[in-house]
Every structure is written in structure tokens, then in C-alpha cells.
């Protein structure tokens, strides 16, 4: 829990993104449909943009603050609310005041001006209430209890990320997987995105992959799916860990995207019992001390199996082979 040492307004500050449009250099602007915004998931995903190559987008921002916030006498005074889009792989920050439907009304809307490349992947949209406060100007007094996802890659807009699978022949693929030619499957953590690449040349491999229902291709299947999940897991917080940047007195810091996500996930189960920056830390002191690292390997695993229901689809599989076979037997 933050302390201020001025006061801060209490009340809900909600933020909502109700159009997109795109624009590319001598083409009109195209207007995204609802599609492309999930209020349930706070996320507008510019990547359904039929403009491929456009440059610049506007969303329109609107936000609802406390009445207090404008009420006379209040401790503080020039209120202001500004929307406010930031991306930590760029360290892009962009802002844009709103104004109010009405005098000293709650309902606050605008429009927020994006620039494509200043966004790598995923951006964090927030509204941010500012004001005057014993006289200093620029205090944040409250700021949106949850914020919206801007995707400037997605065609999808939803909150949570996958990984990407590809199916390719090892033996006769790119370069850099010919050397695995033996084993069912390679994660790379190194994109945006985990991939897992799929060995179709191993036998079996396709029908598998392709498999539905309660069948044996079909529980195998699901259980094939969750240890690749795992595998996943494990990859990228090895990635993640392996490759930290760190502030002058050599803290840790949370890395952006998918690498973040999954240390926030995995690092409960990793190191219990501490604070995220903490277990943060600890890790990384493990990783690039003399002794500790291979320790956590156990909770590392743990913990990637967990995210990714292995045990749950273990399980599930042995009961699906067992009650076929009693069916057969029958």
C-alpha cells in the first residue's frame, strides 16, 4: 500500500476506450468496428486494422471520476484528467488531457493520438487525475483501478497471450532446427511470443496433434499440449531471469511484456513466501551468484507445470486410457 504525503481523493476512477480509427499517410482514416474492443477484457487490439501499413491511430477515451473531485472546497484545486498511454519496451509515455460533458460533471472524454512506432508490441492505457495540492501543482490525486491493454500487433483482443505453435519438418527446415531432427518438439522464448516449433517428420506427431475427442489420440493430445505449455513456461523464465536488466545499485527490474507476465506468475511458487520484488531478487542473486541456482530448479518446474494444468491433464489421461480399457475388456 502507497503513502502520499498530501491528500488523495477516494472513489472509483474508471476508464473505458469507445472507438479506434487508423490512419496511413494518403489514405482515409478507417474506423474500427466493436471487434477490435473487449470491455470485459480492457483491450483494443489495432492489429484488425485492414490498413496494414498505417501510422498513426486515435481512440477515443473516456473516463468517470468521483464527484469530489470538483466539489468547492475540496483540498485541492485545478483538477484535471489526463489519459495516459505507456509502453516500457520503447519507453514511450503518451498523454492527453480530457475534458468534462459538463461543468464540474463526472464524465470526463477525449482523444488519445498514437504514433505506431512508438509502440513495440502491447501498451498500458491509465487515466490519471491531477491537481493542485498545498499549493503544488501536478499531484496525481487518484488514477483508474484498472487500465486497458492498447495491441498494436493482435487481431484479437484479449488480455491473456498464448504461444505460438508452427508445424515444420526438422530434418529438411530451416538450418536451425535441423539439429533437433530427433525430438517431438523446440520452444524458442526469444520473440514477442514464445513458439513452440511442432517436429512433423516425427512419427506420429501430426495424427496426434490433430486429434479430438476422448480417444486415445485425444487425451494424448491434451496431455502432449500442457507439457508443451510447461515447457514454454520454463523457457521463458529462464529468458527472462537470464537476460534482467537492473537499476544502478544492481536491483532486478520486472521485464516488459510476456517475460513479466510469467516471472509475476511463476515467482510465488519459485520463491514462497516473498514479495514479487523480493522473490525477484532472490533469483536473481541465485542466478549470478556462486551457489543457490540449481536449488530452485525443483520449484521451477513446479511451478511451470502448475500454469500449465499438467497435472490435471496427467491425471485426466490415465482415467480416459483406463476406462477405455475397461470398455474393450467389457
Known sequence: MKVFPYPRLRGTVSLRVDAARVKAPEQPRE???????????????????????????ALTVSATIPSKATEPGGPWSDVVVVAVLTDRATNARVTSR????????????????????????????????????????????????????????????TREQSFDIKEVGFAKGPQRLRSFSDAPWIVNASGMLPTVHINTDFEGM???????????????????????AADVWIAVFHSAVGDLETEDDGTPLFPHGWQGEVLR?????????????????????????????????????????RRAGVPRALSETVRGLDKLKREEEA
Open 206 to 228: 501430426t495424427d496426434v496433434l490433430n486429434a479430438e475427442g476422448r480417444g486415445p489420440e485425444g487425451l494424448v493430445n491434451e496431455l502432449m499440449v500442457s507439457q508443451m
Open 265 to 305: 506468475e511463476m515467482l510465488p511458487d519459485v520463491v514462497p513466501d516473498r514479495t514479487l520484488e523480493e522473490a525477484l531478487r532472490e533469483v536473481h542473486r541465485r542466478r549470478v551468484g556462486a551457489t543457490g541456482w540449481t536449488e530452485l530448479q525443483p520449484y521451477i518446474q513446479y511451478a511451470a507445470m
Open 31 to 57: 474506423q474500427l468496428d466493436s471487434r477490435a474492443r473487449s470491455v470485459v477484457e480492457r483491450v483494443v487490439a489495432l492489429g484488425t486494422a485492414e490498413t496494414a501499413d498505417w501510422e498513426t491511430a
Open 98 to 157: 480530457l475534458v468534462p460533458d459538463a461543468e464540474g460533471g463526472r464524465e470526463w472524454r477525449g482523444e488519445l493520438q498514437i504514433l505506431r512506432a512508438d509502440i513495440f508490441d502491447r501498451a498500458a492505457l491509465t487515466v490519471q487525475v491531477v491537481a493542485t495540492v498545498d499549493d503544488v501543482p501536478g499531484r496525481i490525486i487518484a488514477e483508474a483501478a484498472d487500465d486497458w491493454i492498447v495491441d498494436v500487433r493482435g487481431e484479437t483482443p
